[in-house]
């Protein structure tokens, strides 16, 4: 920890192990094909814990990270992303390296790629199964257009149905969410029974961490696309999908200066270090973080009574009882247990793997 | 705009001067030296620009920054944060090549300094005039330890009491941050007063972009340290700071879909491009961004209605009325006027100047 002298993401790399074990396993056991979203990690240093589990499909949430991927050895990549029709260029460079798959949901988009594509590629046709946020309706007369062109294209192969049951970060509760992932595979079933005539080989594709995480199996579905899950964090654990002890990553932050009479700590580590997600906590206020303190081998429990309450570009505030603020001084580092790692890890450049 | 391929910071440096200008001429009224923030554009080019103003003392907020800015010519940079203690070697460096003042705000701060340091630095000493994120209270003991100690340091010199006045932010109207400004005045004069006779050299330093903007004049401050009023967004729009045409950077995207059953669009543009950084909206619901419409010269006003209502990791949703969402496609851009132009800027590696 000694080397650490800005704010760091440090992973551990146990929990981290031990996250993936455990959805692989569950994987298998739904005889599901694991295709694992790096987005939360974007390294090529965790993939490579992946590979170990036999993982060798990945997802992406843009071009610039299949680029990434592809380069240091991924030859299966789905980019999660209603397809950006304005790097074609890469695009083709990918598809012309490796098994590259894209998303669409308009005949617009895919009379685009027919024209646009030097080098096959495969579609999935997104679903929107309740999220509102990408993806077609089941029922819309899109997908019947879509199915239609895609009978004769000859750069694109038809893969199947792909959705994203976002709206589980927004469920109360296990059962919520299982009544999601039981209504988005009811979904998926339904068009991919309709299409199999025309196309024997599409799938039904979901992910989501808090329903690949807590419902006991993933069954029915032919692939899983979790990504969150690999490092989780204060949000997950929020909704019930991960213990504390799960969480694999804590950003390590430098104090700046300890305020007894406010029970204050400012740290270096604001919202370009954490970004400025947040949940509202039991009591009301707003919550960046959990606080713990940084050891040789990890970190500890969350300090009793401790929180990120507030954060600006480069500060963030502590809330901290007196009795464990009196063992700080400016220079110490501490540990914050994010509330998204995705957009944690993104922010933080620099990492220590323990 | 036609080389835009992803989310892309697109600064009007027209606007950029016309801001640098108005705030260059209140300073010189005033009779305040002018040492603007650089958190905000962390860009050499844009410094260039306020060379030409005559700028040549800069505040930063990481010991990252002045480096780079120490590197690229700029030789006098106040550190705007609590001093990180774990960056020694990297302040010591930069102070042996340029002028650099730091900000302390305990005795526990100032003894690890005048152990460690190798070169002469400013310090100023941090007072919190109400916003409590840093600083002392005008009345702690501290600060008369504070400057007992300065007066014998060797490698420290005293530069006079340093506030950031961030509740200015969360004022309502100009008559509210305009009492803030005559507070934060009062309290630093009256510190100010009280150690000039030990210290004849000290200035009182301020600086928010709400205050400095909507105030006449900052007269009776030595010096002043806005930042955010080069680009300004959506958020100092509301306080009042700037009309919407100060605003002087979009983030340029692609259309990644378009739903007119729920009019909306599906930007590649999300939290890691433009910041989870909100505000409520008139209506009640949480507002990411205005929307405009990118010409060759810059950008339209906002269209009316429409505004970024959610992110997540790499996607935006666009609320927009039909008849304008009828005019877009996948592959097309659009603009998004930023809440808070400091992170969006910050996220945003890829910069395009017209």
Request: charged share 20%.
């Amino acid at each position: 920890m000694n080397s650490i002298h800005k704010p760091t993401l440090v992973i551990d790399s146990t929990k981290v192990e031990a996250n993936i074990r455990r959805m692989t396993k569950k994987a298998a056991q739904s005889g599901a094909i694991f295709r694992p979203h790096f987005k939360t990690h974007q390294s090529v240093e965790v993939g490579t814990i992946f590979r170990k589990f036999g993982v060798d499909k990945i997802t992406v949430s843009s071009v610039e990270m299949a680029q990434y991927f592809a380069n240091n050895n991924w030859g299966d990549i789905t980019i999660a992303f209603p397809v950006n029709l304005r790097e074609m260029d890469e695009i083709n460079n990918i598809a012309s390296k490796i098994t590259l798959n894209l998303l669409a949901e308009s005949v617009y988009t895919l009379d685009f790629l027919e024209a646009h594509l030097s080098a096959e590629v495969g579609i999935f046709i997104k679903i929107d199964v309740g999220y509102h946020r990408t993806g077609l309706n089941k029922e819309s007369p899109e997908i019947e257009k879509m199915t239609n062109l895609l009978k004769t294209s000859k750069m694109i192969c038809f893969l199947g149905f792909l959705t994203h049951a976002g709206h589980s970060y927004h469920a109360r509760g296990k059962d919520e969410i299982l009544t999601i992932l039981e209504s988005a595979k009811h979904q998926l079933t339904g068009l991919k029974q309709k299409y199999l005539d025309d196309f024997p080989e599409i799938i039904i594709s979901y992910g989501d961490t808090p329903s690949c995480s807590m419902a006991e199996a993933c069954s029915g579905f032919d692939e899983i696309r979790p990504g969150n899950f690999v490092y989780y964090d204060v949000m997950q654990y929020h909704f019930g999908s991960c213990s504390l002890n799960d969480i694999a990553v804590v950003a390590a932050c430098p104090v700046g200066a300890t305020h007894t009479q406010r029970n204050e700590v400012v740290i270096y580590g604001g919202a370009v270090h954490l970004s400025k997600e947040h949940i509202i906590a039991d009591n009301g206020f707003k919550l960046f973080g959990y606080v713990v303190l940084l050891n040789e081998h990890g970190w500890s429990e969350p300090i009793p009574g401790a929180y990120l309450s507030e954060l600006s570009q480069e500060h963030g505030i502590i809330r901290m009882p007196e009795k464990y603020l009196k063992q700080l001084n400016p220079g110490d580092l501490v540990g914050i247990l994010p509330v998204h790692s995705c957009l944690t890890a993104n922010l933080l450049k620099q990492q220590l793997v323990i």
